[in-house]
């Protein structure tokens, strides 16, 4: 905006109050009332899958298929997350969250040392790096399925926790390079050039001064990747085939195989899948919002 | 941030004029601190790529390397009907998902512009199927539509077709598939195009109120050009992302019914890993990545009109 701002407009006089009168009232609250359908609908759509799925994992296996469906279980029980947990879930559990924070110090470490260098530093071939990382970003991960599964294959890193956690950091390192490049370069740089000053290492600036500071952006950056390998489940299940190996997803799109219309187990795994994520999400909700646009508006 | 620039301006002039310091100690550093990055990116995304398009060269029996083909997979990739099908079905989901996710995310973000509480609690509404597992996104949509679960029995019934199940006709089938990906993907057009509307300054709307301009007149003369980088953006990436999914159409559909839901991505999905027909596979792999290259450039332009590349 190159004209000069005006700053705010002069705001009317308030409405006297001759013209709140009762038809002006009752139009507000129809207003009001029509927002509020509005906004319920709107949340119906949203959630309703999710809840009506976690009715469904609520319900005896013999209610599940009555007709007409219950939308409240009038009589809820936690047989079918008991049946997954006999079964061996938490195997699967615990394999989706070494990967998934695996590859979150991976890519953060990895993703610090770069993005420092190309917020502080001078060098040729930056731009071209810059502009690589963004085409990176929007690389569709199912197009590359196929060539990597081929390659991992040959090198012996298929069907393996150590690929699965390598291959995320590596999809996911770009938006981490991304997000964290803008954060330091938002940093005042007089500290670093303090520390410069008294004899650390650019490594030690990195350490001591820049990522101490930058703990928004690492936690932005870093959930980022952790809701990526927690929820992912194209590369899983192309790169995995041993049970011993299998992440939470696989397992679920296993069972959609085994339990059949068993609904009731299935849906139990979806929850178990899906509520850590809603938790983090709605704890950390600004964080997620500024990964999304992959910073391709200024917002 | 003009600080910064200034300084480093001064030591560019510097540079300039002792031309050896481009091999500085500094760009060593720097190249020493993107290595790892550049190493991961090659080694899993760029080597698979060129792995990937050598063995398109071949026939392939269970990563054996048996005969050379040249182009032959690639012919039999765009000859065969399975693949042509796939394309119809791509572009028929593709198209009805952009225009409806692109539509209600407009909605979405003009409703929810204003910071209110209640906006920002709708907001966070909107994103979690956006942000749970697609896997599981499609498991629930699964069950929701499946004649099992009662709920479009209940719904249809009163029409009369209690009995039809939504998945196993190929047009109902079709309208599901594009309802999953409105259903989760809405909230992504709604976060780009509400960066867009925050960006618009508050003063062209005071300013067309009092010249007596309609909200009608507002949405089309200020708000719709001045967001039109926002939407391309959104239209761009939606794009990228729907041309290539697998997850929808795999677990919602699985494909069906008679392949009328069989994106490409399934399809290759198919090729590669139900079928192990991996040269095949590359090659359709391959020729879908060169339409993507396309829309990732798009991006790209895009992407320098957004925003600059300095932080």
């Known amino acids: ?299 | 941030m003009s600080g910064e620039r200034a300084i480093e301006t001064k030591e560019r002039e510097g540079l300039r004029r002792r031309p050896k310091a481009r091999r500085s100690p500094e760009a060593a550093t720097a190249w020493g601190f993107v290595l790892p990055l550049v190493v991961a990116e090659l080694a899993f995304v760029a080597a698979p790529l060129a792995l990937g398009a050598w063995y398109s060269l071949f026939r392939v029996d269970y990563f054996e390397l048996t005969e050379f083909r040249g182009l032959g997979n690639y012919w039999t990739v765009l000859t065969s009907t399975m693949v042509q099908q796939s394309l119809v079905a791509t572009l028929l989901f593709s198209a009805f998902s952009l225009l409806f996710t692109v539509s209600l995310g407009m909605a979405l973000a003009l409703r929810l512009e204003a910071d209110t509480r209640t906006n920002t609690w709708m907001r966070a509404i909107v994103l979690v199927p956006y942000v749970i597992s697609m896997l599981v996104g499609s498991l629930l949509l699964r069950w929701i539509y499946s004649r099992d679960a009662g709920l479009s029995g209940m719904l249809l019934g009163p029409f009369g077709l209690a009995d039809f199940s939504l998945l196993a006709d190929p047009a109902t089938a079709m309208a599901a598939l594009v309802s999953n990906a409105v259903w989760r993907d809405s909230a992504f057009a709604m976060i780009v195009l509400l960066a867009g509307l925050k960006a618009i300054p508050g003063q062209l709307y005071a300013a067309a109120r009092v010249d007596g301009a309609g909200p009608w007149m507002r949405f089309t003369r200020i708000t719709l050009p001045l967001l039109r980088v926002p939407i391309l953006i959104a239209v761009v990436r939606l794009l990228i992302h729907f041309v290539n999914v697998l997850t929808f159409a795999l677990v919602l559909t699985g494909g069906g019914p008679n392949n009328a839901t069989q994106t490409t991505g399934l399809a290759m999905y198919r090729l590669g890993f139900v079928d192990f027909r991996i040269g095949e596979a590359n090659a359709l792999a391959l020729l879908v990545f060169v339409f993507n290259l396309l829309l990732i450039g798009a991006n790209l332009a895009l992407f320098r009109r957004g925003r600059s590349l300095s932080p």
Not at chain 1, 14 to 26: I, Q
Not at chain 1, 208 to 236: H, I
């Open chain 1, 1 to 299: 905006m190159t004209q000069p701002d005006p700053g705010p407009l002069p705001r009317p006089a308030a409405a006297p109050p001759a013209h709140r009168t009762r038809s002006w009232r009752r139009r507000r609250a129809g207003r009001r009332l029509g927002g509020l359908a509005a906004d319920l609908l709107i949340a119906a759509v949203a959630l309703g899958p999710i809840l009506w799925g976690f009715s469904t994992s609520l319900k005896p296996a013999s209610e599940i298929l009555a007709y007409p469906p219950e939308l409240v279980p009038s009589r809820p029980t936690l047989e079918h997350y008991a049946l997954l947990f006999t079964t061996g879930i938490h195997r699967f559990v615990l394999n989706s969250a070494v990967v998934s924070v695996v590859a979150v110090l991976l890519s953060l470490g990895i993703g610090s040392l770069a993005a420092y260098a190309l917020a502080r530093l001078r060098f040729r071939g930056k731009t071209a790096l810059l502009f690589g990382i963004v085409a990176l970003m929007s690389i569709p991960l199912p197009s590359v399925l196929v060539p990597t599964f081929t390659l991992l294959t040959s090198v012996g890193l298929a069907d393996s926790l150590t690929g699965l956690a390598l291959l995320y950091t590596a999809y996911q390192l770009p938006i981490v390079v991304w997000l964290l490049y803008g954060y330091f370069g938002s940093l005042p740089i007089e500290l670093e050039q303090a520390a410069r000053i008294d004899g650390c290492s650019r490594i030690e600036t990195l350490r001591k001064v820049v990522l101490p500071l930058s703990g928004p952006g690492l936690v932005a950056a870093g959930l980022f990747v952790l809701t990526f390998a927690w929820n992912d489940f194209v590369v899983a299940v192309v790169m995995v085939s041993s049970e011993s190996v299998k992440t939470l997803p696989v397992a679920i799109y296993g069972y959609l195989g085994f339990y059949g219309r068993d609904w009731g187990p299935l849906t139990a795994s979806a929850m178990l899948s899906i509520l850590p994520v809603i938790a983090v999400f709605l704890l950390f909700q600004r964080y997620f919002l500024s990964g999304m646009t992959g910073g391709s508006i200024k917002g």
